[in-house]
Structure formats: structure tokens, C-alpha cells
T-cell receptor
Framework: EPEVTQTPSHQVTQMGQEVILRCVPI?????FYWYRQILGQKVEFLVS????????KSEIFDDQFSVERPDGSNFTLKIRSTKLEDSAMYFC????????????FGSGTQLSVL | AQSVTQLGSHVSVSEGALVLLRCNYS??????LFWYVQYPNQGLQLLLK??????LVKGINGFEAEFKKSETSFHLTKPSAHMSDAAEYFC????????????FGEGTQLTVNP
């Protein structure tokens, strides 16, 4: 069964550094998402992406965040200058349809900002 | 605006007992509703979903949920708990429209005692 793949599984960085979290969505999927889960809290929507542009973003997704689909297979989330509060599990998800009924999540990247 | 409330952050049952995890939602439009399971150090796995078809939805691993519009509920049940069911369970809602975000509940940690 096809899977959404995220790398790395764990990322440790120093505050103020840039990080790029990588995702390989399922090949025929068209809709891409990032969610995050701070330890002990609920999963939160960050951004949705379709047709090479952001469809929707949450209030969390400020100017420090950006997304890109650089080569037609990868989908990346960049945090320009990490803060302590960016420490979280980041989940990539993709779907072949625009609604959420066939959304598939990756296993996540645990980001630790020191 | 949409929201989800999961009653009980921790639920403990004995092996073989009924599992009941509660979820109430709020939505200004007809909702799509989901239950996800998260095992330790893993991503989110879809258990089942309601997308305006049958109100009783069957999912994987013997779980099912019933959509009750009058009660704005979507409780998750399983007749007989297994040790392998121990995990965190998340209820989520979306509007079902194109690209809409998932809004998650706080999660319920299920413990299964031998």
C-alpha cells in the first residue's frame, strides 16, 4: 500500500537555525498538507497546498514558515528561524481528492529546537 | 467555525470489555467526521470516517462509530477491547468542502488492562 514518507524522523536544531522538513506524498495525489502536534496537545492544521500554491493557512503559519513542491515529488516545510515553541511533531498528509475523506498521513518528523 | 470535544482524556478498560470513546462536534455546515488512531512514535492512522452516507460507520480493527446529528456526536465503540488497542485516539471534523482543514479534538488515551 502506498505511503506518505517523511524525512528525517527526528531533527534536532539550535534556536534561530533554519530547518527543512521533507515529505514525499503519494505519487498521484494532488492535495498536500502540513499539520503539527506539540507534545501533549492536539494536532493542529498548518497549511494546505494545491496546484503549486497555498490553498489555506492557519494563524500558526506565519512568515517564518514556507512550503514548496520543488520537483514534483517532494513537498517541503521550511522554518526560517526556529523558536523553542516550534518543537513539535510535524505531519505531512496528502490526498487525491480535495476533501479529507481520503487523506493519508505520514509518520511524522519530531523537531526539537534547543 | 468547527470544533471537536472529546470527553475523557484517559479511558481505561479491561481486555474484552466494551470500548466507548466520546466525541461531540460543532459545525455550521454538514460535517465530515473522522476517527484517527496514533500508536506510540507513529503517525495518524485513519480508523473510520463519516461523509454523509450511512450514519453507522464501520472501520478497521473492529471499531465503529455512529453519527447522531441530534446529539452532535460521533462516539467510537468496539465491543471487545484487545491489548493492541492501547493507543491515543483522535476525533476530527471538517466541512467536507474543497481543501478544508481537519480540526482535531484533544485526544483520548486508551489503556487496556489484562
Amino acid at each position: 500500500e502506498p505511503e506518505v514518507t517523511q524525512t528525517p524522523s527526528h531533527q534536532v536544531t539550535q534556536m534561530g537555525q533554519e530547518v527543512i522538513l521533507r515529505c514525499v506524498p503519494i505519487s498521484n495525489h494532488l492535495y498536500f498538507y502540513w499539520y503539527r502536534q506539540i507534545l501533549g496537545q492536539k494536532v493542529e492544521f498548518l497549511v494546505s497546498f494545491y496546484n503549486n500554491e497555498i490553498s489555506e493557512k492557519s494563524e500558526i503559519f506565519d512568515d517564518q514558515f514556507s512550503v514548496e513542491r520543488p520537483d514534483g515529488s517532494n513537498f517541503t516545510l521550511k522554518i526560517r528561524s526556529t523558536k523553542l515553541e516550534d518543537s513539535a511533531m510535524y505531519f505531512c498528509a496528502s490526498s487525491v481528492v480535495s476533501t479529507n475523506e481520503k487523506l493519508l498521513f505520514g509518520s511524522g518528523t519530531q523537531l526539537s529546537v534547543l | 467555525a468547527q470544533s471537536v470535544t472529546q470527553l475523557g482524556s484517559h479511558v481505561s478498560v479491561s481486555e474484552g470489555a466494551l470500548v466507548l470513546l466520546r466525541c461531540n462536534y460543532s459545525s455550521s455546515v454538514p460535517p465530515y467526521l473522522f476517527w484517527y488512531v496514533q500508536y506510540p512514535n507513529q503517525g495518524l492512522q485513519l480508523l473510520l470516517k463519516y461523509t454523509s452516507a450511512a450514519t453507522l460507520v464501520k472501520g478497521i480493527n473492529g471499531f465503529e462509530a455512529e453519527f447522531k446529528k441530534s446529539e452532535t456526536s460521533f462516539h467510537l465503540t468496539k465491543p471487545s477491547a484487545h491489548m493492541s488497542d492501547a493507543a491515543e485516539y483522535f476525533c476530527a471534523v471538517s466541512s467536507g468542502t474543497s481543501g478544508s482543514r481537519l480540526t482535531f479534538g484533544e485526544g483520548t488515551q486508551l489503556t487496556v488492562n489484562p
